[in-house]
């Protein structure tokens, strides 16, 4: 059974600060992994989508790395801001028709 | 732009009422929905994946009765909760897409469900 894990729980950082999330799977046997943002009250987001063959994506100040053979994927946040707070989940897919597993998620606070 | 559509956002209702919450693909057929439950300050918990055309495949420990989907067509998955309780209040999303490797799952906004 697939286990995802999210660390940390929690972050907070000034403005303007980089960072990095984490997330990690427990079974590397992968379709694809995808990052979402959560804002409080709402659905979710899709930030960026790495397909099983794939190292990175990007996307503006994102970018996305997967290291299937460690289960670990990071989501990398350039020059913070705070519109960046949400909670941010990732998802790990089986297989095409696969349900995806969800870690619990980060929530990211960045002060003005 | 959304391409999943879900509605209501947010029901309040009393307690033995039942609520139908629809989810809809704007821009593309899904025949595969997923429907998710989510707790205050938790993950999403997936509780059945809707089928379009036949049953829909439950999770272990969700109540099939309670929680009912109707996939009919390629673009709208309904999910209805009989005789909602109180302890049925919660976030429901729902997501469709994601057929090809490289195609993101999309989600609804949620609805917000509130039994008194």
């Known amino acids: 059974k697939q286990e995802v894990t999210q660390i940390p729980a929690a972050l907070s950082v000034p403005e303007g600060e980089n960072l990095v999330l984490n997330c990690?799977?427990?079974?590397?046997?992968?379709?694809?992994?995808?990052?979402?943002?959560?804002?409080p009250g709402k659905g979710l987001t899709s930030l960026l989508l790495i397909q099983s063959s794939q190292r990175e994506q990007t996307s503006g100040r994102l970018n996305a790395s997967l290291d299937k053979?460690?289960?670990?994927?990071?989501?990398?946040?350039?020059?913070?801001?705070?519109?960046?707070?949400?909670?941010?989940?990732?998802?790990?897919?089986?297989?095409?028709?696969?349900?995806?597993?969800?870690?619990?998620?980060?929530?990211?606070?960045v002060k003005p | 732009g959304a391409v999943v559509s879900q509605h209501p956002s947010w029901v309040i209702c009393k307690s033995g009422t039942s609520v139908k919450i629809e989810c809809r693909s704007l821009d593309f057929q899904a025949t595969t929905m997923f429907w998710y439950r989510q707790f205050p300050k938790q993950s999403l918990m997936l509780m059945a994946?809707?089928?379009?055309?036949?049953?829909?495949?439950?999770?272990?420990?969700?109540?099939?009765?309670?929680?009912?989907?109707?996939?009919?067509?390629?673009?709208?998955?309904?999910?209805?909760?009989?005789?909602?309780?109180?302890?049925?209040?919660?976030?429901?999303?729902?997501?469709?897409?994601?057929?090809?490797?490289?195609?993101?799952?999309?989600?609804?906004?949620?609805?917000?469900?509130?039994?008194?």
Do not use: M
């Not at chain 1, 990690?24 to 804002?39: E, G, P, V």
């Not at chain 2, 994601?98 to 609804?108: L, V």
């Open chain 2, 49 to 116: 994946t809707s089928n379009e055309g036949s049953k829909a495949t439950y999770e272990q420990g969700v109540e099939k009765d309670k929680f009912l989907i109707n996939h009919a067509s390629l673009t709208l998955s309904t999910l209805t909760v009989t005789s909602a309780h109180p302890e049925d209040s919660s976030f429901y999303i729902c997501s469709a897409g994601g057929a090809g490797s490289n195609q993101p799952q999309h989600f609804g906004d949620g609805t917000r469900l509130s039994i008194l």
């Open chain 1, 69 to 109: 053979s460690s289960g670990r994927s990071t989501l990398y946040i350039a020059a913070s801001q705070p519109g960046d707070s949400a909670t941010y989940l990732c998802a790990v897919r089986p297989s095409n028709a696969g349900k995806s597993t969800f870690g619990d998620g980060t929530t990211l606070t």
């Open chain 1, 24 to 39: 990690s799977f427990t079974d590397s046997a992968i379709y694809n992994l995808q990052w979402f943002r959560q804002d």
